[in-house]
């Protein structure tokens, strides 16, 4: 990944040698975790809706493996159990067939160390201010005291480049500013894995660009492991340091493909194009 520009009320760029090191660190890492017990093990995992009607099977038998410092891209048609799967890894719903562990433990019920970024913009709360909002989950689950929260709130608001707005309610931002809040907040907790559900699906195509930039160099400069939830094949190649293709309803991981090769930069080039077609094929070809 080259360096990135950040694009932001308040810059987030490291300078080129920092991000640079700061990228080595983070790939050494997940390449280390790669050769270890992977950090998120979803296995045989079959999610269901039942009601007295029927019973619809959101995803089949689904084997994935995300290692530390992934950024982990579910991929796949609307309908195909993306949602439903990051739901299940959040721990809102159980399998009906195969198990999810994080750090080797089950996966029973939400928690702390599983954050979820959501794509609706109405995630925060309105009666509170902006630095309130990022410090509130913090002070609910008792991580941190009143005076911890609010220095690690303006930590992470700094890091997306809200600090000015500090102040203000959910009411007086853009899309991007509340979604910006959404991933300091999610961030603030330091979870074990970032889940997040096409968090820019909403956003106009120049703001989901310059958040998608800013997502990865966030990720170079705090370091976190990602699940990112996206039906865009130029979203996943961006964001994504490896793709789970998901086949139509119910879900199947159709392919898993590595992505590092691409970025923002190569958006638009010869090998971009080709990547981009080939997984349009893997999704959508009959034979496959
Ligand atoms: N609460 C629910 N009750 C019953 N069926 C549901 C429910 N939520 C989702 N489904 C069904 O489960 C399947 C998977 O839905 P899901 O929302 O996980 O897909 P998705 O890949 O995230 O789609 P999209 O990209 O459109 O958000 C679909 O057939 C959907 O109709």
Known sequence: MGTRLAISPQPIALSDWQAESRRQALEDAAA???AANPLLAIRGVSLEYRSPERVVRATHRIDIDVHQGDRFVLLGPSGCGKSTLIKSVAGFIQPTEGSITLDGVKVQGPGPDRIVVFQEFDQLLPWKTVRQNVAFPLLASRTLGRKEAEERARYYLDKVGLSPFADVHPHQL?????QRVAIARALAMQPRILLMDEPFAALD?????????ELLVLWEDVGFTLLFVT????????VGSRIALLSPHPGRVRAEINSHAWDIDSLGGVSFQAAAQRIHHLLFDQAH
């Open 32 to 34: 280390e975790g790669a």
């Open 174 to 178: 853009s899309g991007g500013m509340k």
């Open 205 to 213: 195509a120049l703001t989901r660009r310059k958040m998608q930039e």
């Open 231 to 238: 039906h865009s094949i130029e979203e996943a190649l961006v």
